[in-house]
DNA sequence: ATCAAAATCAGGAATGGTTACTATTTTATT
DNA sequence: AATAAAATAGTAACCATTCCTGATTTTGAT
């Protein structure tokens, strides 16, 4: 209807909040985030944080994890790829399963929506636990 | 350590959670469920079919789906079978795909640790909601 | 049927993750 | 530099869920 485009503007905390979950593999969740960047940026708020996944998750810069453990997770690899919940030490690994590519929006067998993709989880004992189970 | 087995007796709150919840193939969240049987038993308590609600996901009466609107989802099938959901109007939707039956736990390739399972979610347009956006 | 122990309940308070609000600051544009 | 829009910090509010307490129900044993 009404011009409500939106310019994004730039913002520090957003590029800190961007690049920090660049720099890890374990899909950390916002509280974890804000305890880490406030520690360089005392002034950071918790607030801001949320705000900015939630904006980053929007544009498909980031992907949100909604995990069984209570808090969104988050992760900076948007490439399709799947995730493996560890039972035991509640760990979130990456899986990147040879799945068939496909056009989309596509059809299933016995479904008469269309499916514009899919996200799995996996879930059983990781690796590191299984080493310690044996010992 | 000690011999804590909890014997779990008849309670006529969970019964009716139950029953009620086979009735339904909508998933529907625990506010749900609690004001549907609210009508008929006015002294139901919400923590009680929070609790009821857990309790019968821990012994694999019913399945919890967590989904990306907040509340929890529950369904009393718990025959191996997906889900969709509509990006439209967030039905949630059962998909029985003909996945390959596997012994668990097993492995996947390119990843050490040991599955015990999945869940996979397929999210896009429902049937009617296709329809109506042809209209 | 009576009784006691344990599980369950109702009701409400507390918790925890997340969002909303507001006055102020930062960013981008003229 | 002046302006408008977007973003922020800090805090309050929100909502789904869990926890707590004293009362009630269920169950098994007498």
């Known amino acids: 209807m009404s011009d409500t485009k939106q310019i994004m503007k730039h913002s ?7 690049s920090f979950l660049m720099t890890r593999k374990d899909h950390p969740t916002a509280e974890t985030i804000y305890t880490c ?46 995730h493996f919940l560890c039972m035991r030490c509640n760990a979130v690994m990456d899986v990147h399963m040879n799945k068939p590519v496909r056009k989309t929006p596509y059809k299933i067998q016995d479904f008469s929506g269309e499916v514009e993709g899919s996200f799995t989880y996996y879930y059983g004992t990781c690796e590191h636990c299984l080493k310690e189970m044996c010992s």
């Open 12 to 18: 520090k905390q957003r590029d800190a909040i961007f």
């Open 37 to 82: 960047l406030k520690e360089e940026n005392p002034n950071l708020s918790l607030g801001t944080v949320y705000r900015n996944l939630t904006l980053l998750t929007d544009i498909g810069q980031i992907r949100r994890l909604r995990l069984s453990d209570g808090a969104d997770h988050f992760d900076a690899d948007t490439s399709p790829h799947d």
